[in-house]
């Protein structure tokens, strides 16, 4: 693995090998000295064009707990902010010798054109572009289903996959790169997604994509779901015609106290509550659904730690091995090959 | 004026790609035409293989002079065009200053004259600065040393139907026509590309193909109602091709162009986030590919439109969002167009030199541009190999700009010579001199 730029070209054999050295790493945060030597005398830029602090502190830590050295560049209030280009800046990381390149970006692609272009050699993480892919996130989000998965049929979760687990992913999917990532991932994974969103809030072409489309929540709930996945709604979204008022979508499509009773009437006691945070409470998740036993979220913080320190440990380790007869289904690369259901 | 070009005997040509003939080409013009023809003091040109066809006419070229000359200049747009087998072009008005009054139009026309490569047209604003708010002084343009025919706010829809309205009304009375940049702006707030499957992935704006053929299909119906012409720019989906096909039957005075890289890329490309494929209107479908080149074969879209648009490299390397919107196309047009309609039996060569100069001299009114290759016509004339082949290299081009989408292909076809009013501003396939009359003309003297 030369870089992490999506999940849509992630075969299921590297999928399963970042998760199973996150494991690991998850073993090293247990110990009382949460620190491996692996990536001494290494240099990751953790280099943010939008603000994330969580996501930012998410990657700092792993890379620290890999003794990388770790330096921060916020773009905001920066040379960039003077109108300084992505080239320039990545050249200019690349000759103080940075080994991985972390970034978060609001535009679309940025990641992959640090990636394709010969101004920077380092890996490079996406840590999130644009409206198109959070790989990081997907990780997480499936290491933490996965963990689920396995301790409801008594198995440990190395090397095993998510078939069969029925996802439901709601909300605001057009602007969601967790969404993209994940429905790529989940996929590959063997898992069943069906989306559940406003149809504004669905991209068109969306009947491309490797799941199904939902715009009733309750229906799909009813229909039986292991894990549901709420995502965030932007601020700026609700001045801008997707939906009528935060109160109708909080009715419609938001996770509140009557479904979160629904899944007990509907029996389904293993389903877990996600969300990739900052979560809006009252809006699209309830306080008693955040802070029920249900819910996630707290584990997919810890859990993102162990991924991104498998994802530096994979890129910066370099083990560049593909592993051999299992190509990526290339969601993004090959559109006619996707299935679509 | 043109008594001063020599004598130039071409023989052998394939004439629109027909029969054989040899040309003599005389103070400007076509002298004659026939088979044996002999000059004193003529240089003979062999064109054994060659194809001659009438020089091109780009409706929509990017010269981006005066503002924006770290882009490209009059002079090297022209040269580009020249190289490219074009002997007039379009400069559209979206310069700095805007071309919205007599005195900006008329330095593009001087600047144009003073090059020497061939004839350059401005293009008047609809709108003052493009602001779409009020109508520019069209009659001025029209009447000055440049004679503006064609006007258009190109790289901004005129939006405001009154407004529209009553720009094609306007121009009736001097034989303009308005060139229509369709997009319905709050459809396309933000757009970066295509919406479809592939802006899906991408995580990228989409650009919706209604956002073009809802604009298309009022202002036909406007153009119907006020009895005006309108031309459509860079028609790029499906559904505006049928749009006008549907004008047309019921007889409305509407012409319409596409690009080259409309009628050869995909938004699949868009895949790699290399903003060299960024373009507005942008890359559409295959299934929009394949109805543009039916279109343009059969007649429903008039002419090829290049829409160059040069632009400084550090426009272009950067985030996709970041980027400029717009790719050059004087040098490839003619090579993509042979490949993309000739090499697939769509069309003939006589369709092309309708298509790339006939169709457009006249969208443009150009009286002595798009004529017959016959004795008494202005010598308006390419050479070209269509057996050629070559690959695409942005950084040997004429033009400024670097951002060729086709860098890295191989074409078919190369433009072997160019006659601007019968001098040889291009020979043996590479840039020879401007017209002699340029050196009269001294530049920034309107």
């Given at each position: 693995m030369k870089h992490l730029l999506s999940t849509g070209d992630l075969s299921r054999s590297n999928a399963i090998r970042i998760l199973d050295t996150a494991e690991e790493m998850a073993a090293v945060g247990e110990r009382?000295?949460?620190?491996?030597?692996?990536?001494?005398g290494r240099t990751v830029v953790n280099l943010f064009?939008?603000?994330?602090t969580r996501t930012r502190i998410s990657f700092e830590a792993a890379a620290k707990r890999l003794s990388a050295d770790v330096i921060n560049f916020a773009?905001?209030?920066?040379s960039v902010s003077k109108g300084e280009s992505l080239k320039d800046t990545a050249q200019t990381l690349s000759a103080m010798g940075a080994d991985a390149v972390v970034i978060r970006h609001w535009a679309s692609g940025a990641p992959h054109r640090l990636a394709a272009t010969d101004w920077i050699d380092a890996g490079v993480i996406n840590a999130g572009d644009g409206t198109h892919e959070h790989p990081t996130q997907a990780l997480l989000d499936a290491f933490t289903m996965r963990r689920h998965w396995a301790r409801l049929s008594g198995?440990?979760?190395?090397?095993?996959d998510l078939k069969g687990l029925r996802v439901a992913i709601v909300g605001?999917?057009?602007?969601?790169r967790v969404a993209r990532s994940n429905v790529w991932l989940l996929r590959t994974l063997g898992a069943e997604v069906t989306l559940v969103a406003?149809?504004?809030?669905?991209?068109?072409?969306?009947?491309?994509?490797p799941c199904s489309v939902s715009y009733d929540l309750d229906q799909t709930l009813a229909g039986g779901v292991d894990a549901i996945m709420m995502l965030r709604v932007q601020g700026?979204?609700?001045?801008?015609?997707?939906?009528?008022?935060t109160r109708e979508y909080s009715r419609r499509w938001g996770f509140d106290d009557n479904r979160l009773r629904a899944l007990d009437d509907l029996g389904m006691t293993d389903t877990i509550i996600m969300h990739p945070g900052p979560m809006n409470r009252g809006l699209e998740i309830s306080a008693a659904a955040a802070d029920s036993?249900?819910?996630?979220v707290l584990a997919q913080v810890r859990n993102g730690v162990s991924v991104r320190m498998a994802a530096l440990y994979l890129l910066l380790s370099?083990?560049?091995?593909?592993?051999?007869?299992d190509r990526a289904p290339a969601y993004a690369a090959a559109p006619s090959t996707k299935e679509s259901n | 004026m043109a008594g001063n070009t020599g004598t130039y005997l071409i023989q052998g040509a394939a004439i629109l790609g027909g029969d054989r003939a040899d040309l003599l080409v005389r103070d400007g013009i076509i002298a004659e035409i026939g088979t044996g023809l002999s000059a004193d003091g003529a240089t003979v040109i062999?064109?054994?293989g060659l194809v001659a066809l009438p020089g091109m006419v780009d409706v929509h070229t990017h010269l981006r002079e005066p503002g924006r000359e770290d882009a490209e200049t009059v002079e090297t747009g022209t040269r580009a065009a020249a190289l490219g087998g074009y002997t007039a072009v379009h400069a559209m008005a979206n310069s700095t200053p805007v071309a919205d009054t007599a005195g900006v139009v008329e330095q593009v026309y001087t600047l144009g004259r003073a090059a020497g490569w061939v004839d350059v047209r401005p293009v008047g604003a609809v709108t003052v600065g493009l602001a779409g708010e009020r109508l520019a002084e069209l009659g001025a343009m029209a009447d000055?040393?440049?004679?503006?025919r064609m006007f258009s706010d190109d790289g901004i829809c005129v939006h405001d139907p009154v407004l529209m309205r009553r720009a094609l009304e306007y121009v009736k009375a001097f034989d303009g026509v308005v060139a229509q940049h369709a997009q319905e702006p709050r459809l396309t707030a933000g757009a970066q590309m295509n919406e479809g499957d592939v802006s899906a992935v991408l995580g990228l704006t989409g650009w919706p193909a209604v956002a073009e053929e809802s604009i298309i299909a009022r202002d036909v119906l406007l153009a119907q109602h006020v009895g005006s012409r309108l031309h459509v720019c860079h028609v790029s989906t499906a559904g505006s091709v049928e749009i006008i096909r549907w004008a047309k039957e019921r007889g409305i005075d509407v012409t319409a162009e596409v690009t080259p890289h409309h009628l050869l890329l995909t938004d699949d490309l868009v895949r790699s986030y290399?903003?060299?494929?960024?373009v507005n209107p942008p890359l559409r479908t295959d299934a929009d590919v394949q109805a543009l080149r039916a279109g343009l074969a059969d007649g429903t879209i008039d002419v090829v439109g290049t829409d160059h648009a040069p632009h400084p490299s550090e426009h272009k390397e950067c985030e996709w969002a970041q980027a400029a919107m717009g790719m050059t196309g004087l040098e490839t047009a003619l090579s993509v167009v042979q490949h993309a309609m000739i090499e697939t039996g769509l069309m003939t060569w006589a369709d092309f030199a309708r298509v790339t100069s006939t169709a457009a001299a006249k969208i443009g009114r150009l009286?002595?541009?798009?004529?017959?290759?016959?004795?008494?016509?202005?010598?308006n004339l390419i050479l070209v190999d269509p057996g050629a082949r070559w690959t695409v290299d942005p950084?040997?081009?004429?033009?400024?700009?670097?951002?060729?989408?086709?860098?890295g292909r191989e074409l078919p076809g190369k433009v072997v010579a160019t006659f601007f009013k019968g001098h040889p501003t291009v020979l043996d396939g590479a840039l020879n001199t401007p017209h002699p009359d340029a050196a009269a003309t001294p530049a920034g003297v309107a």
């Open positions: 009382e000295v949460k620190k491996l030597p692996a990536l001494r064009f939008e603000d994330s773009a905001k209030g920066s198995t440990g979760s190395e090397g095993t605001d999917v057009l602007h969601s406003p149809p504004t809030l669905l991209p068109v072409g969306v009947d491309k994509w700026e979204r609700m001045n801008a015609s997707f939906f009528p008022s036993p249900r819910s996630t370099g083990d560049t091995r593909e592993p051999a007869a | 062999d064109a054994a000055s040393r440049a004679r503006v290399d903003p060299v494929f960024k009286s002595d541009q798009g004529r017959p290759i016959e004795a008494g016509e202005p010598a950084f040997k081009m004429a033009t400024m700009g670097r951002n060729s989408p086709f860098k």
